[in-house]
């Protein structure tokens, strides 16, 4: 077993009624961005929380690098993680923050300064912690993972509030933690954040894992687009010719599954209006809407565009 | 990267030097919040202004029998060890050069009682009822001189706890038991005093021996009588007088010669001591008939001086630095759980166990520290500022000082400590200060405003038994007093109450340890 590697086998956990694991398991395998894809309440900060040893689950295990979390010596050596980056004391400086960890895991100060130039924090390093902007702890928190220099980096939502500019730099960070053979674990439910820098992608929904291929495979379907003034109407009937759709505005439908042809066909025999018909390649997003379509209708009556 | 040189996983470093990065970063952890170290030189800071404006809100004024009343306090004699003692009765006796043996008979003991309490004035309350109280006492006494607190040994017959030998007002050993008619005699050999008693005149028992170390040649001996203030029917306590009947009277040894001379010894107005009347003597044919008041034993009776020792002022600025101590100690761990910071500290430190004893070592040492310096900056503080308003502050000595100090200090860290683990389990500030401030600080607060029995038990069975420490009132199995709460003794001897307190404080550990390994962070 590669020391780069997380492991997670047959998880299940339950919180009073509701089951927020049923049986999650995938592998995030080293020198790969892994893209951990699900909408909010999905259970992708619980799989994490129970990877790092602060969940207990009812039954399975997570692995990283072969070895339990709670018997990983000095953990921030071997794993990496950012959960919440809003978690800091608010009036300790930054560099304090990182200072704690450090000797948590006796790794010298020089490592601190080290991280803090890396994630472009040095300026900021006497600074409270408090007074900085989301994006700014998204690269403490980054800092942090970073710490230890380990094997494996786990980032659940590093992309909140980040500005553009910041956005850009952490999909670089990605790509380079994953090119030194760093396994990388990056949760989102923001598809276009991870399209292009994820080599893999597992996808979670009310607990079960929908999806666990490489990107190439998800991403080789088309997508129909329809410009239709009866979205509702069309829908229902290129559902029952077998087709799946997502409403993707007022008056544009997108299908998969189906031809083009075999839309326009559909929609003939039945009598429904549409104004054009066009054909794209699939994205990252259409994939997760396709996989995450039966949960979100499920809790909300009707798809939803984010 | 690592990926290849990593160290291998699980025990790779011994379990000591992990503890101690554990508590680096804790210690990191507390001293980079700069309102955390500043709430506690705060707290030590307000201990000591607070003991320093109750100390001066306490003046005690010395009144005389006319009414005049002025500031400072009674005389009370400061004995060979340092303490205070009673030392007021009536003698008879003369001046013996050398080694020597006096023996005596004591054919009666007799006493009464007071009817009015020690409040009123012995010229105002006259009357009287017969009671011989327990530890009334007449024998034979030998001291170097009569100044008050000074050395002495002296062998006598008491009220109700039999044959006594003692010396220097703390020292004791019981002879037979029962009461007058009996012999007693007391002998001198170099420094060496000893003390022996005999139902018949002829079989002598030797009860014990003293040394006093620098006793000159020539020492004052004497028959004496006394009879201590007596509880028994008054809490205020009620004044006595016993009379003892001696005969057979024999000095062996360089006796002064001539006749005998009576002396009232600390029966005056400026002693503190509370005496019925003057004592004195009169020969009844071969018999020699004495009646004294007052008592030859450490003093006790708080309720004539005041209660103040060298700690008294202290509680309630201790509550105050505790309850900013507790916010800080509470701080500690939930201000962790409020910004989720606590699943950071659980991921780099899995552990938790060794996060929360790591945790707990840090605050008890601040908590530590801050009291001791507290309480070593507010006590000679105290002391003085009492003295300076003319009340009496019972001595205490090195010893004594340096346990309230380390008990002050350890009673801080320890209720410190309690609290993280409130917070531990309750996860929130609120609640964790809430409940650290009812558990730890409200019975002591209830405490200082009644004195009931159940008051007593709060001292005894709740965290409050940890200010037992403060204790500094001398007691004594010499003197039967009510040693009760409300005569400021605290019903626990300081470090048993430390030991509640502990074992309090290891309850709530235990649970935060169980709490935060079974719950999810």
Redesign the interface.
């Known amino acids: 077993m590669n020391e780069a590697t997380i492991e997670v086998t047959g998880l299940r956990k339950r919180y009073g009624p509701t089951l927020a694991l049923d049986g999650v398991s995938f592998t995030a395998p080293p020198g790969k961005v892994t893209g951990f894809i699900g909408p909010n309440g999905a259970g992708k900060s619980t799989t994490i929380r129970v990877i790092l040893g602060l969940d207990e689950p009812d039954e399975g295990r997570a692995w990283v690098g072969g070895h339990a979390y709670q018997a990983l010596n000095h953990p921030l050596r071997h794993v990496g993680a950012l959960v919440d980056a809003a978690a800091v004391q608010p009036s300790r400086t930054a560099r304090n923050h990182l200072l704690w960890l450090a000797r948590s895991q006796r790794l010298d100060a020089g490592r601190v300064d080290s991280v803090l130039g890396q994630v472009g924090l040095t300026a900021a390093a006497r600074r409270k912690a408090g007074g900085f902007s989301l994006g700014m702890r998204q690269r403490l928190g980054i800092a942090a993972a970073l710490l230890g220099d380990p094997p494996v980096v786990i980032l659940d939502e590093p992309f909140n509030g980040m500005d553009p500019e910041g956005i850009v730099w952490m999909r670089a960070l990605l790509r380079t933690l994953a090119t030194e053979g760093r396994a990388v674990l990056v949760s989102s439910h923001l598809m276009s954040e991870l399209q292009g820098i994820a080599d893999h992608i597992v996808a979670i929904g009310r607990g079960k894992i929908l999806a666990d291929a490489a990107i190439e495979e998800l991403l080789t379907g088309e997508q129909v687009l329809l410009q239709t003034p009866a979205p509702a109407e069309a829908a229902q009937v290129l559902q029952r010719a077998g087709g799946a759709t997502t409403v993707l505005d007022d008056s544009t439908l997108g299908i998969s599954a189906l031809s083009a042809r075999q839309v326009v066909e559909a929609l003939g025999r039945s009598g429904v209006a549409f104004a054009e018909v066009s054909t794209r390649r699939a994205t990252l997003e259409d994939v997760y809407f396709q996989l995450t379509n039966e949960e979100t209708e499920f809790r909300t009556g009707t798809a939803v565009r984010r | 990267?690592?990926?290849?040189t990593?160290?291998?996983?699980?025990?790779?470093?011994p379990e000591r030097?992990?503890f101690t990065?554990?508590l680096?970063?804790?210690w990191?952890?507390f001293r980079?919040?700069?309102?955390w170290v500043i709430a506690p030189v705060m707290a030590a800071v307000l201990c000591v202004l607070f003991t320093y404006l109750v100390a001066n809100g306490t003046h005690t004024d010395y009144c005389t029998g006319t009414g005049d009343c002025t500031p400072g306090h009674a005389f009370v004699p400061t004995g060979p060890d340092g303490q205070a003692v009673a030392d007021s009765y009536y003698t008879v006796g003369r001046q013996l050069t050398g080694d020597g043996t006096i023996t005596t008979r004591i054919t009666t003991l007799t006493g009464v009682t007071s009817t009015a309490p020690t409040s009123v004035a012995p010229s105002q309350a006259r009357q009287t009822r017969p009671g011989l109280t327990p530890w009334a006492k007449a024998g034979i006494l030998l001291r170097p001189s009569t100044r008050q607190g000074s050395a002495y040994a002296a062998v006598m017959a008491t009220g109700g706890h039999g044959d006594r030998f003692q010396y220097n007002y703390g020292h004791d050993h019981a002879g037979r038991p029962g009461r007058a008619p009996r012999w007693l005699r007391l002998t001198r050999t170099g420094n060496t005093l000893a003390g022996y008693d005999s139902a018949d005149g002829t079989t002598w028992t030797r009860i014990g021996t003293a040394h006093l170390a620098g006793l000159p040649a020539t020492v004052h001996i004497g028959l004496f009588v006394t009879s201590p203030v007596s509880f028994r029917s008054s809490a205020d306590g009620s004044r006595t007088l016993a009379t003892a009947t001696f005969d057979h009277t024999v000095i062996s040894g360089h006796a002064t010669p001539g006749a005998w001379r009576g002396q009232n010894i600390g029966a005056g107005e400026q002693d503190f001591y509370p005496t019925l009347r003057s004592g004195g003597y009169h020969r009844a044919g071969d018999s020699l008939v004495v009646s004294g008041s007052g008592d030859i034993a450490p003093a006790v009776v708080q309720g004539l001086l005041g209660a103040n020792t060298a700690a008294s002022s202290q509680p309630f600025g201790l509550t105050v630095a505790l309850i900013v101590l507790i916010v800080v100690a509470a701080m500690f761990i939930t201000?962790?759980y409020r910004?989720?910071?606590i699943?950071?500290t659980?991921?780099?430190?899995?552990?938790r166990g060794r996060v929360l004893a790591a945790k707990a070592v840090v605050i008890g040492a601040v908590a530590f520290v801050i009291a001791a310096v507290a309480a070593a900056a507010s006590i000679p503080l105290g002391e003085h500022v009492l003295h300076a308003n003319g009340a009496y502050v019972f001595p205490a000595g090195a010893l004594t000082v340096v346990r309230i100090i380390a008990g002050t200090a350890a009673l801080s860290a320890i209720t410190a400590i309690a609290v993280l683990a409130v917070g531990a389990i309750t996860r929130k500030s609120a609640a964790a200060v809430a409940g650290g401030i009812l558990v730890f600080v409200l019975p002591s607060l209830i405490g200082s405003l009644g004195s009931g029995g159940a008051v007593t038990w709060l001292y005894r069975l709740s965290p409050a038994a940890g200010l037992s420490v403060l204790q500094a009132l001398p007691r004594s199995a010499l003197v039967d007093y009510p040693y009760t709460f409300g005569n400021g003794y605290y019903p626990l001897a300081p470090w048993a109450g430390l030991g509640v307190l502990a074992a309090w404080a290891a309850l709530a550990l235990a649970i935060a340890a169980v709490v935060l390994r079974r719950r999810?962070?």
Request: no cysteine; hydrophobic share 45%.
């Open positions: 990267m690592t990926t290849t990593a160290p291998p996983a699980a025990a790779g470093t030097a992990r990065a554990v680096r970063a804790e990191t952890k980079t919040v700069r309102g201000a962790e910004r989720g910071l699943r950071i659980f991921a780099a430190i899995p552990g999810d962070a």
